[in-house]
């Protein structure tokens, strides 16, 4: 099998049910590590790295449709009957089209703070301040930050972008995810395929109580695709619900998870 994607396993027992962890956009496995600490109790957890993210391969053009199958391929790889998946924001897109497409594999779906609808452009000072960065002339992470400085204010997010940006085997200074790819297929990125497929098992979409990405209005959407779906709400927490209060995530994702699990 020609499995394109990185990931990474943490096998509990033949017998635990399997958790998969997808991140979002210009992150990686890592970024869910948090989940996974918690959950490798008692599941066992599969961490994927997305195309052009992390130590996975990189393609011509991002596509959301490609990433799903590419999962998928990875899932084979693995060869559990089932899994439980849980997505965050652009892994939860990858996420839903992969339960889309491939529902007998699916047993549970978590969709962390995104919704299947198209999104508007709200990543171009992001992408404006990635390629700022002069990757030839940087000395430490430090400059970096400083550069990106000028583009991203919120300091949490320059952190979280920094965690891709590592010195390779010359020394050279480098991302580790596909910038000039992700910023060409951004605008494919951002919104949502036409499918006419449904996954009927349970799913739950988690909205943080501050974050715009799940809306009312993206109710009728989310009941089309997926009528077995309920939500919950995290307060006092944004798109990074699951860094925020991690707690509290973990803590609704196990009630959800554990109904359908023989634990």
Same mark, same amino acid.
């Given at each position: 099998?020609?499995?394109?994607?990185?990931?990474?396993?943490?096998?509990?027992?033949?017998?635990?049910?399997?958790?998969?962890?997808?991140?979002?956009?210009?992150?990686?496995?890592?970024?869910?590590?948090?989940?996974?600490?918690?959950?490798?109790?008692?599941?066992?957890?599969?961490?994927?790295?997305?195309?052009?993210?992390?130590?996975?391969?990189?393609?011509?053009?991002?596509?959301?449709?490609?990433?799903?199958?590419?999962?998928?391929?990875?899932?084979?790889?693995?060869?559990?009957?089932?899994?439980?998946?849980?997505?965050?924001?652009?892994? +939860?897109? %990858?996420?839903?089209?992969?339960?889309?497409? #491939?529902? &007998?594999?699916?047993?549970? $779906?978590?969709?962390?703070?995104? @919704?299947?609808?198209?999104?508007?452009?709200?990543?171009?000072?992001?992408?404006?301040?990635?390629?700022?960065?002069?990757?030839?002339?940087?000395?430490?992470?430090?400059?970096?930050?400083?550069?990106?400085?000028?583009?991203?204010?919120?300091?949490?997010?320059?952190?979280?972008?920094?965690?891709?940006?590592?010195?390779?085997?010359?020394?050279?200074?480098?991302?580790?995810?596909?910038?000039?790819?992700?910023?060409?297929?951004?605008?494919?990125?951002?919104?949502?395929?036409?499918?006419?497929?449904?996954?009927?098992?349970?799913?739950?979409?988690?909205? +943080?109580? %501050?974050?715009?990405?799940?809306?009312?209005? #993206?109710? &009728?959407?989310?009941?089309? $695709?997926?009528?077995?779906?309920? @939500?919950?709400?995290?307060?006092?927490?944004?798109?990074?619900?699951?860094?925020?209060?991690?707690?509290?995530?973990?803590?609704?994702?196990?009630?959800?998870?554990?109904?359908?699990?023989?634990?």
């Amino acid at each position: 099998m020609n499995v394109k994607l990185h990931y990474e396993t943490s096998e509990l027992s033949s017998t635990a049910p399997w958790l998969v962890l997808i991140h979002g956009l210009f992150g990686s496995l890592d970024n869910l590590a948090v989940i996974k600490r918690y959950f490798e109790q008692s599941y066992n957890i599969l961490s994927i790295d997305l195309p052009d993210h992390g130590q996975s391969q990189h393609f011509e053009a991002f596509d959301l449709t490609t990433s799903a199958n590419e999962v998928f391929q990875v899932l084979k790889e693995v060869g559990a009957s089932h899994y439980y998946l849980l997505g965050h924001s652009l892994g +939860g897109k %990858v996420a839903m089209l992969c339960a889309l497409h #491939h529902p &007998e594999i699916v047993a549970r $779906l978590i969709v962390a703070d995104i @919704a299947p609808v198209d999104y508007p452009a709200r990543h171009d000072s992001i992408i404006n301040g990635l390629k700022s960065v002069n990757l030839s002339t940087l000395n430490n992470r430090k400059d970096a930050d400083t550069q990106l400085s000028q583009h991203i204010r919120e300091a949490g997010v320059r952190q979280f972008l920094l965690k891709s940006l590592y010195q390779n085997e010359q020394d050279q200074w480098s991302w580790r995810f596909n910038l000039e790819g992700l910023s060409k297929a951004y605008d494919d990125i951002r919104t949502w395929p036409a499918t006419e497929q449904t996954f009927d098992k349970p799913t739950l979409f988690i909205k +943080g109580s %501050v974050s715009d990405y799940i809306l009312a209005e #993206h109710k &009728e959407a989310i009941g089309v $695709l997926f009528p077995n779906a309920k @939500a919950h709400v995290i307060e006092g927490v944004g798109h990074w619900l699951h860094a925020e209060k991690p707690q509290a995530f973990n803590s609704v994702v196990d009630n959800f998870i554990s109904k359908g699990a023989a634990k």
